[in-house]
């Protein structure tokens, strides 16, 4: 008998960051919920979404929509990609829905207007304030930070690293099957607190991208496939 796999919510889930990751999840096999704050956001990403997929040939795949409250409570692991402006709010009002749950959190520390300049918050990391208001119960894991929403868009595989985040080994290994279910190769990277270094390092390639004319991304060299 096959693996049941889990249903993963986005929240804040209707740009392309968000339904980036959607499109390649749903492809890998996943149920997807894509959450907003309104209901018709939600359902006018999902509807977007397939007529995508479907000029792509990609068929029989269900992208359900939800407000993000409700998302969070029929999902069984959430991933959170809302601007860091939103995070505490967001945070606050599914909090309860996610007690014993794996939250991803995408969020990055960006100050506009000085988005290339790295100004990380008093605690440390956008990772590190989710844990902290969402308190033990709640696994929070940081990851994709990294990852230009451009090439989630794409339809074939990146050769991008994503550093995976959190105090919990299993949920961190959990999370980085969700890495490679979206084409990536994910790295255990430590606790919550390192996180930091991936949100800084976000701002430095913003600088880099606009330098550049590019879409950069992180590779972690040295390491062999066997070695993970």
Request: hydrophobic fraction near 45%.
């Amino acid at each position: 008998m096959s693996e049941k796999l889990p249903v993963i919510a986005i929240l804040g889930g209707t740009g392309d960051l968000g339904t980036g990751l959607a499109r390649r999840w749903a492809q890998a096999g996943y149920q997807v919920i894509i959450g907003s704050r309104t209901a018709e956001k939600a359902k006018a990403a999902a509807d977007d979404l397939a007529v995508v997929m479907n000029d792509r040939g990609i068929e029989g795949v269900d992208v359900l929509a939800m407000e993000n409250l409700a998302a969070a409570n029929t999902a069984d692991i959430c991933t959170m990609t809302v601007p860091f402006a939103h995070q505490a709010d967001t945070l606050e009002l599914v909090k309860g829905a996610l007690d014993g749950k794996i939250l991803i959190d995408v969020t990055v520390p960006l100050v506009p207007p000085k988005v290339a300049r790295v100004q990380l918050p008093e605690q440390g990391s956008a990772g590190a304030i989710a844990q902290e208001i969402l308190g033990d119960n709640v696994r929070v894991v940081s990851a994709f930070q990294n990852v230009a929403a451009h090439h989630l868009q794409e339809g074939h595989g990146l050769e991008c690293d994503v550093i995976v985040c959190g105090n919990k080994k299993d949920a961190r290994t959990e999370v980085i099957k969700l890495v490679e279910a979206a084409g990536m190769r994910g790295l255990h990277g430590g606790s919550i607190a390192n996180s930091a270094a991936a949100d800084a390092l976000t701002s430095v390639l913003i600088f880099i991208n606009k330098q550049y004319k590019c879409h950069a991304g992180i590779r972690i060299t040295g390491l062999e496939t066997d070695e993970l």
